[in-house]
């Protein structure tokens, strides 16, 4: 079992910077690739980023890539996405997800653990 703990999220005003982390602990050998979506009310979970545990090859949503960044420190088991330029847009709760396969996929339904999301918040 894999357990995920977010953390980074607040309130931020647009255009500002925020950088969330996600801690996993249990048997983290087990983690192929780590990744982020994001779910704002009344909306479906969207991908945001995917890194691959091992190799560090990295996948974005097309609508984010040019903002955010997602990397890992295998040592610290630890992912995390820097988030720049911010947008009222970007206000969601974003979740940190894991999976047993390498392959980086964008359907949340995919991955096999998730954290209990932190809340981001992006004033106008």
């Known amino acids: 079992q894999v357990q995920l703990a977010e953390s980074g999220g607040g309130l931020v005003q647009a255009g500002g910077s925020l950088r969330l982390s996600c801690a996993a602990s249990g048997r983290t050998v087990s983690i192929g690739a780590m990744g982020w979506f994001r779910q704002a009310p009344g909306k479906e979970r969207e991908f945001v980023a995917a890194v691959n545990w091992r190799g560090g090859s990295t996948r974005y949503s097309d609508s984010m890539k040019a903002r955010f960044t997602i990397s890992r420190d295998i040592a610290k088991n630890t992912v995390y996405l820097q988030m720049n330029s911010l947008k009222p847009e970007d206000t969601a709760v974003y979740y940190c997800?894991?999976?047993?396969?390498?392959?980086?996929?964008?359907?949340?339904?995919?991955?096999?653990?998730w954290g209990q999301g932190t809340q981001v918040t992006v004033s106008s």
């Open positions: 997800a894991a999976k047993t396969g390498g392959s980086l996929m964008t359907s949340s339904g995919i991955y096999d653990y």
